[in-house]
């Protein structure tokens, strides 16, 4: 097995103790960064989302796999910038305002990373201003907006008409969340509906034309 | 068989799926939807709340349930927390307040409405912090509300309507002290770890129950709360549900099966994988049966209705339309299909949202009623 597979086979098996080490391995033996980031990290949490969605991994799987990747990525980083390497897109995401969980919202977030986004994670309770104001801080790609309650997700439709009348071009507008389905983000015209972490970043990279893994 | 019961005779029958005259009755509202129905009723005798923030027991006043002569009693509820000292206030606005509690994690709540609150960070991080604080978790009478309890629970054996002692359980437990998180990544990196802190809170709760029963008298059903699900599935494997918290829901269950109290389980979320692990560890019924995670007594009491009851399964979102035609759909669809197998109780799939009038909800619990009757 090659290093950049075995690297993907570490992040798939949550091992935060052989992702640094195999980047280093790769390095040294003049693995080009961009490959052992899109060939080794996101490809192996690209296998942990396919395996999230179809039930053979559950929560606690996934987030030591996203442990494996960050372990990984933190010594990846520095050879990525050098090699100027960059994201191929940026997500804003947030819970909505008059919303305070977090959990959910973290999981995708660790997935939008694994699908190879830079995340900016606005956290809980965010008002729509607080969104377009990230919007406006650097090209965005994609804002993910999550509710767990059905007395927060009308806050969605708020955000989202806020996000397009002000941010253009306006990101791709993707919602997620307990009481969330695709008949209301159809109805609140949503660009997509993501039913869980996986399938969010799945649908978040189709959308966003990311291609790279 | 068909004279009308008590609400205990009732709940004690239908519990254990033997006939009786109607569907029982009980429910949950939102913070907001309480104070609400409770202002609009105008009764200075209600009051008596669920959890409120900060916390007014009002021991001297009706709970909602009382009021709507519902059939269930809640009492019990043991304060877990390691250390029992007022909160620390960190940061607080009209709408909320960031504050360190008695595990050390540090949540910000809504002040004036119930949820989740958010997890901002949690003090314990590591078994060795565990072991410094595990032994805080000492049971003590002080850990329940007497004066709301006690009260509760004799104007409940008075009107013979069926008494729930409530607890949580481990993995409900270990959130509020390490996290849904780190204990997720524990039961995969630190597994003796997860298992220290399962039996340590088993232990203590069945020690608080012990201590309630000696104090207050015999309860009739254990009403045992555990959020072990999400709208797509269970947060764990069967797998890691087998080997990390079945041991302690058996352990605690049997504490109840020994006195012949049925165990009602509450788990929000799509638990319909785990369901034939938690009637092996002693789940009697399931509450509440949320429909937005797939949860549907149509397709679940054909599959487990010999040996499990249903609690719940009303459709929040179809009752915060306030049309009764649709209501009353939703009402016979859910409700004959439980009681074809007698272990069905009414419920909400969740908590009755603000949306819900009062006027509606009246007139849904007397469908309830209605539609509940056994022929």
Redesign the interface.
């Known amino acids: 097995m090659s290093i950049v597979e075995q690297l993907a086979e570490a992040v798939i098996n949550g091992d935060e103790t052989a992702t640094p080490r195999l980047i280093e391995e790769g390095l040294a033996a003049g693995i080009a960064p961009g490959d052992l980031l899109n060939q080794g990290l996101l490809k192996g949490m690209t296998e942990v989302g396919r395996r999230f969605r179809e039930g053979e991994y559950f929560v606690p799987e996934v987030l030591v796999a996203a442990e494996a990747m960050k372990a990984g990525t933190a010594v990846l980083k520095p050879h990525l910038a050098q090699a100027g390497v960059r994201p191929e897109a940026t997500a804003v995401i947030g819970t909505v305002r008059g919303d305070l969980h977090d959990i959910g919202k973290n999981l995708v977030a660790t997935m939008l990373e694994g699908a190879g986004f830079e995340v900016i994670d606005l956290g809980v309770d965010v008002p729509p201003e607080k969104f377009v104001e990230a919007c406006r801080q650097r090209p965005v790609q994609l804002v993910g907006m999550s509710a767990l309650l059905t007395t927060t997700m009308p806050m969605m439709e708020e955000t989202i008409k806020v996000l397009r009348a002000e941010v253009r071009p306006t990101p791709v507008l993707l919602v997620g969340g307990a009481p969330v389905t695709q008949e209301y983000a159809d109805k609140i015209q949503a660009d997509g509906y993501g039913r869980d972490a996986a399938t969010g970043a799945e649908l978040a990279k189709k959308l966003c034309r990311l291609g790279r893994n | 068989m068909n004279a009308q019961l008590t609400s205990h005779e009732r709940v004690a029958r239908c519990l254990r799926r033997r006939s009786h005259d109607r569907v029982p009755i009980f429910d949950a509202w939102?913070r907001e939807t309480e104070q609400a129905y409770v202002a609009a009723i105008g009764d200075p005798n209600l009051g008596c709340g669920i959890e409120s923030f900060p916390r007014e027991p009002r021991p001297d006043r009706l709970t909602l349930w009382e009021y709507f002569d519902m059939d269930l009693m809640q009492v019990g509820w043991p304060d877990q927390r390691l250390r029992l000292t007022p909160p620390e206030v960190l940061q607080e606005t009209d709408e909320?307040v960031l504050q360190r509690d008695g595990n050390e994690a540090v949540m910000?709540?809504?002040k004036h409405k119930m949820?989740?609150?958010?997890?901002v960070a949690f003090g314990i991080d590591s078994p060795d912090k565990w072991a410094q604080v595990r032994g805080l978790l000492v049971p003590a009478k002080e850990r329940i509300r007497w004066s709301e309890f006690m009260p509760r629970y004799q104007r409940a054996r008075q009107d013979q309507r069926f008494i729930c002692y409530c607890a949580v359980e481990v993995i409900e437990s270990a959130k509020d002290s390490i996290g849904?998180?780190q204990m997720?990544?524990a039961?995969?990196?630190r597994p003796e770890w997860v298992h220290d802190v399962f039996a340590t809170y088993t232990r203590f709760s069945i020690e608080m129950f012990r201590l309630f029963e000696a104090e207050a008298g015999p309860c009739d059903g254990a009403f045992i709360y555990g959020d072990i699900a999400?709208?797509?599935?269970?947060?764990?494997?069967p797998r890691?549900y087998r080997a990390f918290v079945f041991p302690y829901h058996k352990q605690f269950f049997d504490e109840f099966h020994r006195r012949n109290m049925p165990v009602i389980f509450h788990s929000d979320g799509d638990i319909r994988l785990l369901l034939p692990h938690l009637i092996e560890a002693g789940v009697d019924v399931i509450q509440p049966m949320e429909t937005?995670?797939g949860m549907d007594v149509r397709e679940l009491a054909p599959q487990y209705g010999d040996r499990l009851g249903f609690f719940g399964n009303i459709d929040?979102?179809v009752l915060?339309r306030n049309d009764r035609d649709q209501i009353r759909r939703e009402l016979l669809a859910k409700m004959t299909a439980g009681m074809r197998y007698q272990g069905y109780l009414y419920h909400s799939d969740h908590s009755i949202?603000?949306g819900v009038t009062l006027e509606t909800y009246r007139w849904l619990i007397e469908e309830v009623r209605r539609i509940g009757q056994y022929a």
């Open positions: 939102w909320w910000r709540w809504w949820g989740t609150p958010e997890h849904h998180e997720c990544r039961m995969i990196k999400y709208k797509n599935g269970p947060f764990m494997s890691h937005r995670a929040v979102t915060a949202p603000p």
